[in-house]
C-alpha cells in the first residue's frame, strides 16, 4: 500500500462500519444458519413447504391450497428482502474501503449520506 492510499483510507473510512458489517452478519445467520440441534434453518424448511404447496396448486390444480401457497410465497418473499436488506449493509462497507483502496475518494455527497445512515445505524 502506498503512503496516498493509506492517506485515504484515515482520512475517509470509518472501520465501525466494518463492525456495523458484523452486526448484519449475525442478523442473517438467525435467518439462514442452522438451528442449536444442528437442523437446517426454518427458511429451508418452509421454502420446501412452498414447492409442495405449488407443486398441489400448478399440477394438480389443488384450490385448497393456493391461498396457503400465496401467503406463504408473500412471508418468505418478505423475510428474503430482510435477507438481502441485511446483507446489503455488508456488502456497502466491503465496497467503500476496495473503492478507497483503489484510489477513488468519495464525493462529499457520499460521505454526508453514510455518516448520516451510520448514525441512524448507531441510534437503531
Known amino acids: ?28 445467520r ?11 434453518p ?5 421454502l420446501l ?3 409442495e404447496l405449488a407443486l398441489g396448486v400448478i ?15 408473500m412471508d418468505l418473499s418478505l423475510e428474503i428482502h430482510q435477507l438481502l436488506t441485511r446483507l446489503e449493509a ?5 465496497d467503500r474501503l476496495l473503492e478507497l483502496i483503489d484510489g477513488e475518494l468519495p464525493e462529499k455527497d457520499e460521505v454526508d449520506e453514510q455518516e448520516e445512515d451510520e448514525e441512524q445505524d448507531h441510534e437503531d
Request: glycine share 8%; charged share 30%; hydrophobic share 35%.
Open 1 to 28: 500500500m502506498d503512503d496516498p492510499t493509506l492517506e485515504r483510507l484515515m482520512n475517509h473510512y470509518d472501520t465501525y462500519s466494518l463492525l456495523l458489517a458484523v452486526d448484519a452478519l449475525d442478523d442473517v
Open 49 to 51: 413447504r412452498l414447492h
Open 90 to 94: 455488508v456488502q456497502e462497507p466491503l
Open 30 to 40: 438467525g435467518w439462514v444458519g442452522d438451528t442449536e440441534e444442528g437442523g437446517p
Open 59 to 73: 399440477h394438480e390444480g389443488s384450490y385448497s391450497k393456493s391461498e396457503k401457497m400465496a401467503e406463504l410465497a
Open 42 to 46: 426454518q427458511v429451508r424448511h418452509d
